[in-house]
């Protein structure tokens, strides 16, 4: 994609929409009579509690290791007779083998579910009114931040759940592989008196990183911990017991935290390579784990440097060339001047 097409496009997604396919991301089934209170002990955030809300709550929740550190971030979708989990689908192995390890005498069953789900992003102020045009349905659905419900649009059933990758509002859709053109070719009709235009891999990764959304496999992993990656509202203070959460727990009652997810503004020609050190006065203080040139901001990355350097504004080094320290998501006043 050209800088003009990546910088046209990401406008008209800021503005109108966009339509981003999914083809990394994917769901595991969890079924059995056992499912929710046996979830609620797995992950971070109170699964319990959607119980109460009923079919269609959902949350953001986090899978850690007993040391509290992040396998993966996932979205948690309850309906009546199964919980969805949405996530990286290259995590999904190593998932549903850890997960199986706490089944003991459980009636739980884990399954991996992408197969028989196709995944489509639809982000940006008008993607409800796309959704609406393309439903037929006089007026736009609400959805609260990850509930859901399903809907009809023609002959496609698909399941919509409210959240966003990139700064906002979006929808998430889940439909039956088979009907995806149908999908997509309604979604286009419905969608271009709203401006909606496609996206792809670079472009959502673009406007990711001008949200601060950390990734899998670049600002997540088992090295990282929720409070160093600003993951507080994947993670219930007041549920019973989970994997990870003495550590979590002590972390938060101490204030601890060592680095945190920053925002960097770059100065240099190149864009640095992830894991280029940051530092301050000659001494490495962090590591960049994204980078991107953005029409709006010019270069700017995501990186982790430790806490009493992570105010906006602080100056630091990034791979030999001068950055700034920006709040995430990265602020209008910070735009180049077009």
Same mark, same amino acid.
């Given at each position: ?95 549903? !083998?850890?997960? &199986?390890?706490? $089944?003991? /005498?459980?009636?739980?069953?884990? *399954?991996?579910?992408? %197969? @028989? ?101 670049? !600002?997540?992993? &088992?090295?990282? $911990?929720? /409070?160093?990656?600003?993951?507080? *509202?994947?993670?219930? %203070? @007041? ?100």
């Amino acid at each position: 994609m050209s800088a003009d097409s990546l910088a046209a496009r990401s406008d008209a997604v800021r503005r109108g929409a966009g339509l981003f396919p999914l083809p990394k991301r994917g769901v595991i089934q969890v079924t059995g009579s056992e499912r929710i209170r046996w979830l609620d002990g797995m992950l971070t955030n109170d699964v319990l509690a959607l119980e109460a809300r009923g079919p269609g709550a959902g949350c953001h929740a986090l899978l850690l290791t007993p040391q509290g550190r992040i396998v993966v971030d996932l979205h948690v979708l309850l309906a009546a007779d199964s919980v969805w989990l949405e996530l990286e689908r290259d995590a999904i192995p190593t998932v549903i !083998e850890r997960l &199986e390890r706490f $089944l003991i /005498a459980d009636d739980v069953s884990l *399954r991996d579910g992408t %197969d @028989t789900t196709v995944r489509l992003a639809l982000e940006g102020p008008r993607a409800a009114e796309v959704l609406a045009a393309c439903a037929g349905r006089e007026r736009e659905p609400g959805f609260g931040e990850h509930a859901w419900q399903d809907v009809q649009i023609g002959d496609v059933p698909v399941r919509v759940a409210g959240w966003a990758f990139t700064s906002g509002p979006g929808l998430q859709l889940f439909a039956p592989p088979d009907r995806r053109e149908s999908l997509v070719a309604a979604l286009h009709r419905a969608g271009k008196p709203c401006g909606l235009v496609d996206g792809d891999a670079a472009l959502l990764e673009l406007l990711r990183i001008e949200a601060g959304t950390p990734w899998l496999g670049s !600002e997540l992993d &088992e090295s990282v $911990l929720p /409070a160093e990656v600003r993951l507080d *509202r994947a993670v219930s %203070d @007041t549920k019973g017991c989970y994997t990870g959460q003495e550590v979590v727990a002590r972390m938060r009652s101490r204030d601890r935290v060592r680095s945190l997810l920053v925002g960097l503004c770059l100065e240099g020609g190149d864009l640095p390579e992830p894991g280029a050190k940051i530092e301050v006065d000659g001494r490495p203080v962090g590591e960049l784990t994204s980078a991107v040139r953005s029409p709006r901001f010019g270069a700017i990355a995501l990186g982790f440097v430790r806490r009493e350097h992570a105010e906006p504004g602080t100056r630091v080094r990034v791979a030999g060339a001068d950055a700034q320290v920006s709040s995430l998501p990265f602020d209008e006043r910070e735009a180049v001047p077009s």
